[in-house]
């Protein structure tokens, strides 16, 4: 103790699974360690995001099965969901790992401390609820990110994924504004599970940031699903009305629903977190900025995760905060190589892609080669489904390297992680091509396309 501050060698504020991997390793360094967590242990992808997420996702894939088995001479007849019964299902396996997180930090000897935390110095960590003082060799902020609003009038009676776990009720009638991966995930839940969906996006594709490829494919996919797609639309106003809500758009279009649900992405969580008071730089969207090792500009203050808004995704955080772990506290000073990291989308059909899109290589190399192949798949030739799947590599032209991987199909976030380890392997075209293909199944498509994409040439010469 020192004038009654309690001392520990880091303080990690947010219990979400980068920093709960950092100060976990941390204490196994021998570092005196204390995590705050004003919510619950877990964070973000466990209580909130992609862990009851894919739940849903689990859940919402039965109805299209169901569907499919006639096809396969099975009889699924009185088939009805209960909304419910998932949810509290859901419940029991956060409040599970939830429990887990709590007992490995136990037994690594982390002092685990429930209450919001604020920075109040270079080196001093205040809980606001008790008042308790922390004298800190470092601090590591995790506190990940929270959903954007706007502040459109009737914004108060819309839903963010946060809230889309815990509703009482399914939507019988769900408007999604945003065409990121939370909008179209969810968009892809709801519509499964027999909802109405409409999704309301600013621009022309969903999917923003992601290959065009992919971007068009999934955007007639919800289509196909049955989702009512707006582009060029903006929400103006959400109203109450006697049967629901009412969506009025700046199209002049409005419509009826019982729902609302904002996602339109996440900003980094630091509001309140006494940044400004131990002077820490954000950038202009709040963001922490650290350099390759997870340092702010002041010295002994840390972050990682979506809090400094590198790569938004949860394995991320995690090797992130072992590598703080690794380099402060053990012996091996590195850092988390953010290059080709894999990533998902879980919509029906979901999405794997690593590298880059095409448009990003073409910036990067100038000429690239491209091989494609949009199918149905042998599984829906008798389930009677229209759904298609999309594979597509993008190789650098001049040595023949692979560089971005993008693929559409049921299988494709189980793919795309081995094929992200022959892209950060730097295998080439040749040596894909000398891969023996797995035979029948979609994935052989990687390794079977010979032929290169040529787009379509209009009559003055321009492609298409």
């Known amino acids: ?251 002049g279009v409005n419509i009826d629903c019982d729902q609302v649900m904002m996602a339109i992405g996440r900003v980094p969580a630091t509001e309140g977190l006494g940044l400004e008071t131990a002077g820490v730089n954000t950038d202009a969207a709040g963001a922490i900025m650290v350099d390759e090792f997870g340092q702010t500009n002041v010295p002994g203050i840390f972050a990682v995760g979506d809090v400094t808004d590198r790569i938004a995704l949860t394995p991320v955080a995690i090797r992130e905060g072992a590598a703080f772990a690794d380099s402060e506290f053990g012996d091996r000073r590195h850092a988390f190589d953010h290059k080709d990291v894999a990533s998902a989308v879980f919509t029906q059909p979901p999405v794997g892609s690593v590298g880059l899109s095409e448009h990003e290589a073409r910036e990067k190399y100038g000429e690239v080669d491209i091989y494609k192949s949009s199918f149905r798949p042998m599984r829906h030739t008798i389930s009677g489904s229209q759904e298609q799947y999309l594979m597509k590599l993008v190789v650098r032209t001049e040595d023949q390297v692979v560089v971005g991987v993008h693929i559409v199909s049921d299988a494709a976030p189980e793919i795309i992680q081995v094929a992200a380890i022959a892209v950060k392997a730097g295998l080439t075209k040749a040596e894909w091509d000398e891969t023996c293909a797995v035979h029948p199944t979609a994935a052989e498509e990687l390794v079977l396309m010979r032929e290169k994409f040529i787009p379509p040439v209009l009559e003055d010469g321009e492609a298409v």
């Open 1 to 251: 103790m020192n004038d009654g501050q309690e001392q520990v060698d880091l303080f990690v504020i947010g219990a979400g699974s980068g920093g709960v991997r950092a100060a976990r390793m941390s204490a196994g360094y021998g570092a005196s360690v204390a995590i705050a967590e004003e919510y619950r242990i877990g964070g973000t992808c466990v209580i909130r995001g992609c862990v009851p997420k894919k739940f849903l996702v689990y859940a919402s894939a039965y109805g299209q099965g169901f569907n499919e088995a006639r096809g396969y001479g099975w009889s699924a007849d009185n088939i009805r969901f209960d909304w419910s019964s998932l949810i509290a299902a859901k419940d029991v396996e956060i409040d599970r790992l939830s429990g887990i997180y709590r007992r490995n930090l136990g037994n690594a000897g982390v002092q685990m401390l429930e209450e919001r935390a604020e920075i109040t110095g270079p080196d001093t960590v205040r809980l606001v609820q008790s008042g308790r003082v922390f004298k800190c060799g470092k601090i590591l902020i995790a506190t990940g990110g929270t959903p954007r609003l706007l502040g459109f009038e009737g914004e108060e009676h819309t839903i963010t994924s946060n809230e889309a776990f815990h509703l009482a009720k399914m939507p019988d009638h769900i408007v999604i504004n945003g065409g990121g991966y939370i909008a179209c995930e969810f968009a892809s839940i709801f519509a499964g599970l027999g909802a109405r969906v409409c999704l309301i996006y600013r621009r022309d594709l969903v999917l923003r940031g992601f290959d065009d490829d992919v971007r068009t494919h999934i955007h007639n996919e919800l289509i196909r699903q049955g989702v009512r797609v707006i582009t060029h639309a903006n929400i103006e106003t959400v109203k109450k009305t006697e049967n629901g809500l009412c969506v009025a758009l700046d199209t």
